[in-house]
């Protein structure tokens, strides 16, 4: 009795598949499995014998089905995966194949909402409750979140923004509920293991790109509400590397309020590109004198370099808040001409 694509494992398919395309197109995939399951699929393709039409036929359409079907889920969520594949595959079939999927496909929580606009975002989750605004934006791309952040209310901003960086594991059942309201069809899909989300480096890169008056209202607000946090997301917005977003001008304003054995501590810790941006900043004689520091004062352990760095980043900070340099972002500042 023949055998049907119900009747054999999924390697055996795999292994039909790979027969079926050739040595030429298998090669190709290979290049992009694991060790083992290359292993795996040699020794079942040099065990498969023989293969009926039908076999070969059956396997061909249920790859292209669920490549169809991943397709739709890309495009426009399960919802829509599932209205397309019912119109050219029928409602049971349909079925069938989504069935397959979710056992091993894992769809993104809030998929549907990335390909959405941010003012459709907006208007669709700005009455929520801050925490499930939250919530939404640590899913979302940093360039979506600061574009929603931006457009919330100002006493809305710090609140989210605080919920986000304090945001640590979000259980599945919480993110399913919200996820229901949102787009009901996609819940099925979501990984049951306890989720990472938020966190400081995620209020961090959404606050690098929003403009600097949002970012100034929030971190204000902050560091009333809580010193702590607000001093911990302020260190990580401005490293001593982004001194490479600083023009000559901006730089040499603040190598004037730099102590001189600061600077050649932390510069024994940074590139090649940082040191040449500081020491064309300075005058031969000085840039000299700071090589010759750093020559001679032999190794110097990294706390006493992340120190001296921090120290010139806490005074470029201070240098932008009073408006004396600009901190060239990729969010919404006002162009200076």
Do not use: W
């Not at 019912?86 to 993104?108: F, N, P, R, Y």
């Not at 989210?160 to 993110?175: E, G, H, L, N």
């Not at 606050?207 to 001093?231: F, Q, S, Y």
């Amino acid at each position: 009795m023949a055998r049907s694509e119900h009747d054999i494992s999924g390697v055996q398919k795999a292994a039909v598949l790979l027969i079926a395309l050739g040595p030429e197109k298998s090669s190709q995939i290979f290049k992009h499995l694991k060790e083992e399951e290359i292993e795996e699929l040699t020794l079942e393709i040099a065990n498969t014998r023989s293969i009926t039409p039908q076999l070969k036929e059956d396997v061909i359409s249920e790859f292209y089905e669920v490549c169809l079907a991943q397709q739709y889920i890309a495009e426009g969520g399960i919802g829509y995966a599932k209205e397309l594949l019912e119109k050219a595959l029928g409602a049971e079939k349909a079925m069938d194949v989504i069935g397959k999927l979710t056992a091993s496909l894992q769809v993104k929580p809030f998929e549907f909402v990335r390909k959405a606009d941010a003012s459709q975002i907006l208007n669709f989750i700005q009455d929520e409750h801050p925490q499930t605004i939250a919530l939404i934006l640590s899913y979302l791309s940093p360039q979506q979140a600061s574009m929603i952040l931006s457009a919330l209310t100002p006493d809305r901003q710090a609140d989210v923004a605080k919920r986000v960086a304090t945001m640590d594991r979000t259980s599945p059942d919480v993110i399913k509920e919200v996820e229901r309201v949102l787009e009901t069809k996609l819940s099925s899909l979501v990984n049951q293991d306890y989720t990472v989300i938020g966190g400081v480096d995620a209020v961090v890169e959404i606050l690098n790109a929003v403009d600097r008056g949002t970012e100034k209202h929030i971190m204000e607000t902050l560091e009333i509400e809580d010193p702590e946090l607000a001093d911990e997301i302020r260190k990580k917005m401005f490293v001593f590397e982004d001194i490479l977003m600083l023009d000559d001008r901006a730089i040499q304003r603040v190598l004037r309020d730099v102590d001189n054995n600061d600077l050649a501590i932390a510069l024994k810790g940074s590139g090649e590109q940082v040191q040449n941006a500081i020491f064309n900043n300075l005058s031969k004689r000085l840039a000299a004198m700071i090589k010759e520091d750093m020559e001679f004062m032999g190794p110097v352990r990294m706390k006493d370099v992340e120190e001296a760095q921090q120290k010139i980043v806490n005074i470029i900070r201070k240098l932008e808040d009073s408006a004396e340099i600009i901190i060239s972002r990729g969010g919404g500042d006002e162009i200076v001409v």
